[in-house]
């Protein structure tokens, strides 16, 4: 029987399917105390963390027997790979788990921000009836939506996408030819440039990695379509938010839904501040009752059958 580590939330149907057949210490609160996590590590075969839990050298050197990480959840920045590799540990993403739920955000909030839901609702709260001013806001029907990283989660926003009417393009230095059949959807394969200039809502699904890091910056964000929207639920760092506030603030943009951050959680974000077409959350879009049983269920089934019995 291994040892398994668990630092941060995991639904009680995956705990209980470690359990089953490994030894379990679930403190999901843990990664708040450094200390304290590195005194657990001593005698572990396994560790489950979400990406808060920053899983570098000074933590694996403080377990010896590791063999696997289970990463609840897809990005893997909190987590020191070269490390990793060095002592031949395993790492394993929940990779496909959450598309559903990041999908059905992108939508949803492209849809908001190009029918200006959300400055429409913050005007008749203060009691006004901006009727007229809203009529002039588009359809989304019949739109552009450009997919920015065509992978597991790119294709399925494609296909909801498409299922409502939209256009699909994609951008992914990864892919090669001129276009990607999905299931009987054919989605052309753009230059970013080629993507920017045609879509009306785009949206992210891509690593942060030095090469994507302000990939989205003041010159990138200019070549887009004017009012076109933008949407990212990939990571902070791969748009500048003060350059995104500018165009936006001038109206250059039509509006933003942003789920991540720079820095998480956020805590200024007052470059943001006075702009109504805005859509800010924290890191949820891949967080759903559904999406965390899925994820929380792949890692305890894949920590399970590394580690064996």
């Known amino acids: 029987m291994s040892s398994i580590l668990i630092s941060e939330f995991i639904t009680s149907q995956a705990l209980e399917t470690l359990r089953s057949k490994h030894a379990v210490v679930y403190e999901p609160e843990l990664y708040k105390d450094r200390v304290a996590l590195i005194a657990?590590?001593?005698n572990i075969d396994g560790l489950i963390v979400r990406n808060l839990t920053q899983v570098n050298k000074e933590v694996l050197d403080g377990a010896p027997k590791l063999k696997v990480v289970g990463r609840l959840g897809v990005g893997l920045e909190n987590i020191?790979?070269?490390?990793?590799?060095?002592?031949n540990i395993k790492v394993i993403?929940?990779?496909?788990a959450n598309a559903e739920s990041v999908a059905e955000y992108v939508v949803g909030a492209a849809i908001a921000l190009t029918r200006g839901l959300i400055p429409a609702s913050i005007a008749t709260l203060k009691g006004e009836w901006p009727r007229p001013r809203f009529s002039t806001y588009h359809e989304f029907l019949g739109k552009t939506i450009g997919i920015v990283g065509f992978g597991s989660i790119g294709r399925v926003v494609a296909k909801k996408a498409n299922a409502i009417g939209l256009k699909c393009v994609a951008y992914d230095p990864m892919l090669s030819g001129n276009a990607l059949e999905l299931e009987g959807l054919t989605v052309p394969l753009l230059s970013l440039q080629g993507l920017?200039?045609?879509?009306d809502a785009i949206t992210l699904h891509l690593p942060y990695l030095p090469e994507t890091k302000n990939l989205f910056n003041a010159a990138t964000l200019d070549l887009m379509k004017q009012g076109a929207c933008l949407v990212n639920t990939a990571r902070g760092g791969i748009v500048d938010e003060n350059?995104?506030?500018e165009r936006l603030r001038s109206g250059r943009l039509g509006g933003a839904a942003i789920d991540v951050f720079m820095t998480e959680p956020a805590k200024d974000l007052s470059h943001f501040s006075g702009i109504e077409n805005l859509i800010l959350t924290p890191h949820i879009a891949g967080v759903t009752h559904e999406s965390n049983e899925r994820v929380s269920q792949m890692i305890a089934d894949e920590v399970n059958r590394f580690l064996g019995t």
């Open 40 to 42: 657990a590590m001593q």
């Open 80 to 87: 020191e790979l070269p490390a990793c590799a060095e002592r």
């Open 93 to 96: 993403p929940a990779t496909g």
């Open 196 to 199: 920017l200039e045609v879509s």
């Open 243 to 245: 350059a995104l506030a």
